[in-house]
């Protein structure tokens, strides 16, 4: 019973938000509860062996834990992050410490919503799963109750609800065939994978249009994007991180449950072409938008699109080095994208402004940061030896492999142009000379623990993966391919 | 029999919300349809459903019937806000697009799902049409409360769909799809109550600050 410690333990910091008068002491224990948190999955990885099941409503396997690590890897960071950033506020008189106190709370309602999604047998729960992310994270996202937050809360609730409810939509058409055909009176997702040979082929095909249509708003897939770059850039910045991070990555977990389905049911041709078709649109806007953008927060939230992409994209080329690859580039999107938004919030609060046009010498004004961005910004960008060139170049590969060149060569132009927009764009905020007056700061221990902690993922997966770390990704695979 | 007679009245009750041109008719409409899904619900389930269903129907009685309309009836007189939706698409186009919509979801029901069982096909067009229906709702109009009832008409469209295909859904997933519309209602409820502080409208064609 590992899992329960994902659910105690944010409710005991929820109760606690209630109760700590102090909103500093509560960020240090809401840190060290993350910790607690992150050994917990970090154990159940790596005593990993097969899947385990309760009460036959949890259902925990490889692709379970690879997400429930990824999600506790940045919800630490985005926790220890958190100490500091929200204390500053306070001292600034941005929030009361009141709003302080709330802002504890929402953030762990929000974890727990997210741990809740990948250890979900049940389909429907998934899906409640989903829903709940979404509002609890609608007020953290209008957390500062000015006018542009409130305007990107109300499209991100709106769009998002919109998105999940045609899931729902697709989740029911799935249950129909499963319930008709297969005589499954059950939404387990283990009862209807090991019968989906007998659903019915035209439905499912269907009822995963609507799956990938409604999750993928969700998962900030293109076109259905348009919430994203509001969301992201206004919501508070550790919360911004969580968002790019692992929510989305959270849609794309109950997309790839009904991929398994649908693939065993209709054959993989189906869902791989749509995942290409979406993967080069994500990439093509993602890349567009990233070339003309002014505000930084907007510009990661853009990139975050562009890797969304290249995740689907490799899910939908579909061989052995593409899903290796894509699923390693979802731990590797999560802790570098977490860094550079962590980076971005230091910049914002130093700067007072979000324009990268008005923000010059980052580097020089404050220097721990400015050399995490740096590295920050060749990492997201794809340069070795950082973890995301590796995963790019798995996906490349397995086009190859798979012998889809024209799409490979699209996504290696795209990427291509991405990595140089990115450099263009954050070198010139990075370097320069810093405004006069400017003083030179220092960030506080536990920020730059968070970004010392997400570095050494970086570097580490980029040299090596870690050996439980790629028996969690192998059995993602085989859950996908489904052998 | 009296099942196509509370199906029809959902189907009529969703085309008077779509010219509906104030938002308390809007609201009191919604409140007629779920009553005739409540209505039908109940039917299902005296006609051998299971015994869960009856306790679905009283959830969409409490909750949609009585609860969500009164709480929106009460925002509307709380923000003091001018009651016209303003619509993107006048009322009599609106009309001919929804009967158009209506005709795609019967194609789709009878060409893609391939439903033998009469009565399930209609229902099923039906509950398509309606689901469809708020979403046509929510995207041309533009106040902001409009929005949240077109959300609302197209969850009635999917607890129609899962009545209809597959008797419901399993209980702990329809108890708490609808403890979660609750909720959100309530929040979207918060965020009309700031958004009419702040900007003083809640018209959402003017929330267009964040571009690009």
Redesign the interface.
């Given at each position: 019973m590992q899992i329960i410690y994902f659910f105690a333990i944010p409710l005991i910091i929820m109760a606690a938000s209630f109760s700590v008068n102090n909103s500093k002491v509560l960020g240090r224990l809401n840190a060290l509860a993350y910790f607690a948190i992150l050994l917990s999955t970090f154990g159940l990885s790596i005593n990993f062996k097969e899947p385990l099941s309760f009460f036959n409503f949890f259902y925990v396997d490889a692709l379970s834990i690879l997400f429930l690590f990824t999600i506790s890897v940045v919800a630490f960071a985005a926790a220890l992050f958190s100490i500091d950033y929200i204390s500053k506020d306070v001292l600034s008189g941005a929030i009361s410490e009141k709003k302080a106190k709330t802002y504890y709370l929402l953030f762990n309602l929000f974890s727990l919503s997210m741990f809740f999604v990948p250890v979900a047998n049940?389909l429907?729960?998934v899906?409640?799963g989903i829903?709940?992310t979404t509002?609890a994270s609608?007020?953290l996202v209008?957390f500062y109750?000015?006018?542009?937050s409130?305007?990107?809360?109300?499209?991100y609730?709106?769009i998002c609800?919109?998105g999940i409810?045609l899931a729902?939509?697709g989740t029911?058409?799935f249950?129909?065939t499963a319930?008709?055909h297969a005589g499954i009176?059950?939404?387990n997702w283990t009862e209807i994978v090991s019968s989906a040979k007998s659903l019915n082929v035209?439905?499912v095909k269907?009822a995963f249009l609507f799956i990938l249509v409604g999750y993928g708003t969700k998962a900030g897939i293109a076109p259905m994007h348009t919430w994203l770059?509001?969301a992201h850039?206004?919501a508070i910045s550790p919360v911004s991180a969580m968002l790019s991070g692992v929510l989305l990555k959270t849609a794309i977990y109950a997309i790839l449950r009904f991929y398994v389905i649908t693939n065993i049911c209709v054959g993989a041709q189906f869902s791989s072409k749509l995942f290409i078709l979406f993967g080069l649109i994500s990439l093509g806007i993602a890349c567009g938008?990233l070339l003309?953008?002014?505000?930084i927060k907007?510009f990661l939230a853009y990139s975050s699109i562009e890797h969304i992409g290249v995740i689907i994209l490799g899910f939908g080329l579909g061989s052995g080095f593409a899903l290796y690859g894509a699923f390693l580039h979802i731990f590797n999107h999560a802790v570098t994208k977490s860094l550079m938004f962590f980076g971005a919030a230091n910049v914002v609060k130093k700067y007072k402004k979000d324009n990268m046009h008005a923000i010059r010498g980052i580097a020089s004004a404050m220097p721990f940061t400015g050399l995490m961005l740096i590295l920050g910004m060749f990492a997201i960008a794809g340069m070795p030896p950082f973890s995301i060139f590796f995963s790019e170049i798995f996906i490349a590969i397995g086009g190859f492999v798979k012998g889809s060149y024209l799409v490979t060569a699209f996504y290696l132009f795209f990427i291509v142009v991405i990595f140089g927009a990115i450099i263009y764009h954050l070198s010139r905020i990075l370097f320069g000379k810093k405004p006069q007056g400017l003083a030179v700061s220092h960030e506080a221990l536990s920020t730059k623990m968070a970004f010392i902690f997400l570095f050494i993922f970086i570097c580490t997966v980029g040299i090596k993966v870690p050996a439980f770390l790629n028996t969690l990704i192998m059995g993602a695979v085989k859950i996908v391919t489904n052998n | 029999m009296h099942t196509y007679v509370f199906l029809s009245g959902i189907l009529i009750m969703t085309y008077f919300m779509v010219i509906a041109k104030r938002l308390p008719p809007l609201i009191s409409s919604f409140r007629l349809q779920s009553l005739f899904l409540f209505l039908f619900t109940v039917s299902l389930a005296i006609s051998g459903g299971e015994p869960s269903l009856y306790v679905v129907a009283g959830l969409i009685l409490i909750l949609k019937v009585i609860l969500i309309p009164t709480l929106l009836l009460r925002i509307i007189k709380k923000i003091k806000v001018n009651e016209n939706l303003g619509f993107f698409m006048n009322p009599q186009l609106s009309l001919f697009t929804a009967l158009l919509l209506t005709y795609l979801s019967y194609l789709f029901t009878f060409r893609v799902m391939n439903l033998i069982d009469r009565m399930q096909a209609a229902s099923f067009a039906l509950a398509l049409c309606v689901t469809l229906l708020g979403l046509f709702i929510m995207v041309f109009r533009i106040k902001a409360l409009s929005q949240i009832v077109g959300l609302l008409v197209m969850e009635n469209g999917l607890f129609l769909t899962a009545v209809t295909m597959c008797r419901g859904l399993p209980f702990i997933v329809e108890f708490s799809t609808f403890l979660d519309i609750f909720i959100s209602v309530i929040i979207l409820g918060v965020f009309v109550y700031r958004i009419n502080t702040l900007f003083t409208h809640i018209d959402v064609n003017k929330l267009d600050n964040l571009k690009g």
């Open positions: 049940n429907g729960m899906w409640i829903e709940l509002l609608a007020f209008g109750n000015k006018k542009a409130l305007e990107a809360a109300w499209k609730i709106i609800s919109v409810i729902l939509f029911i058409i249950y129909y319930s008709t009176r059950s939404l035209n439905i269907v770059p509001d850039s206004q938008f003309v953008q002014k505000h907007r | -």
